[in-house]
């Protein structure tokens, strides 16, 4: 049975919450309402037969806030809560990073991956340079951990993927969401690379607003995908993928099973049954996070991501 340490906790983030009652098959409806995630509640409920992935179990958790541990431990039965981060050292097979604001990852990151524990981070996995080279620099001396947004695993696109080749030649994707770049711009990239089967970007350029973000990204093999995150409109996650044949959309609303999905393939990978997700299509999505935000700051500049050494 592996033992798997679940931390951190940021606002408006259930992932914690919601990914140890996936992994341990267990969650409190009525706590997880009341604490402000109705929405977690109802698709575990729906989901309920499937709940729990074998030979796995969330056993330690840590938060910055006592009573926040406490909850997530009674939300999935997870038996111990650990006063400290680095009290995981040494009682666990792996960590999970369950908070998804980026510029706490490496700190948050380091005590595990300087101990050799196998890491899964929250999306996205960096928002700097200096960050992303910090994670790349600990690719190339072995470490063990994987990063990504679920939607790389989301059922919808897969679904697109499976039929792509019908639509010819892909020449445009739009994608469009609710939010904003920083902490949901990686959610339409990982679809939509991993719907084209991860092809390589070589420019960006952010050609929005505040709160009104329009990223464009132009790829190696000369697709164009224009990324749309809107503060104000109603929540959606949607991919549209145009081919010289036909045209297809995702409509992405099965959160359970693209987290289920995610959570197996980590798992999967501990256990040496799979490999992990490759640390170069991370690190490609993450050079056109970073990028378009350089681009915003320097008031529309295309960001030529070969040129900048990524």
Not at 254 to 268: A, E, Q
């Amino acid at each position: 049975m592996l033992k798997i340490g679940m931390i951190g906790m940021s606002p408006g983030n259930a992932h914690p919450y919601s990914w140890s009652s996936i992994i341990n098959g267990t969650f409190d409806g009525e706590l997880i309402s009341a604490i402000g995630y109705p929405a977690v509640a109802d698709y575990l409920q729906a989901n309920i037969d499937t709940l729990g992935i074998p030979g796995a179990s969330v056993s330690h958790v840590w938060s910055q806030d006592l009573e926040v541990s406490q909850s997530i431990a009674k939300n999935a039965g997870i038996p111990f809560v650990v006063d400290k981060l680095e009290d995981l050292i040494g009682e666990v097979d792996a960590v999970i990073l369950g908070r998804d604001d980026p510029e706490n990852h490496v700190e948050m990151a380091k005590p595990f991956l300087d101990a050799g524990i196998p890491l899964f981070i929250d999306k996205p996995l960096v928002y700097s340079q200096e960050d992303l080279d910090y994670f790349i620099e600990q690719h190339h001396l072995g470490k063990v951990f994987m990063s990504c947004s679920s939607m790389r695993y989301s059922q919808e696109c897969r679904t697109v993927k499976t039929g792509i080749r019908s639509l010819g030649k892909i020449h445009l994707v739009t994608a469009v969401g609710k939010k904003d770049w920083k902490k949901y711009g990686v959610h339409l990239l990982e679809a939509l690379f991993s719907t084209l089967g991860d092809p390589k970007p070589v420019k960006v350029q952010h050609i929005g607003e505040e709160d009104e973000d329009i990223v464009l990204v132009t790829f190696e093999n000369g697709i164009k995908a224009t990324v749309h995150l809107f503060k104000d409109i109603c929540g959606t996650f949607q991919l549209s993928f145009f081919g010289d044949k036909g045209w297809k959309i995702a409509d992405i609303q099965n959160s359970y099973s693209m987290f289920r999905d995610n959570l197996i393939v980590f798992i999967d990978a501990l256990r040496d049954e799979k490999p992990y997700l490759e640390f170069a299509k991370t690190a490609a999505i993450m050079q056109v996070v970073i990028g378009a935000k350089e681009s915003f700051e320097n008031g529309g500049k295309v960001i030529n991501l070969e040129k900048h050494g990524r």
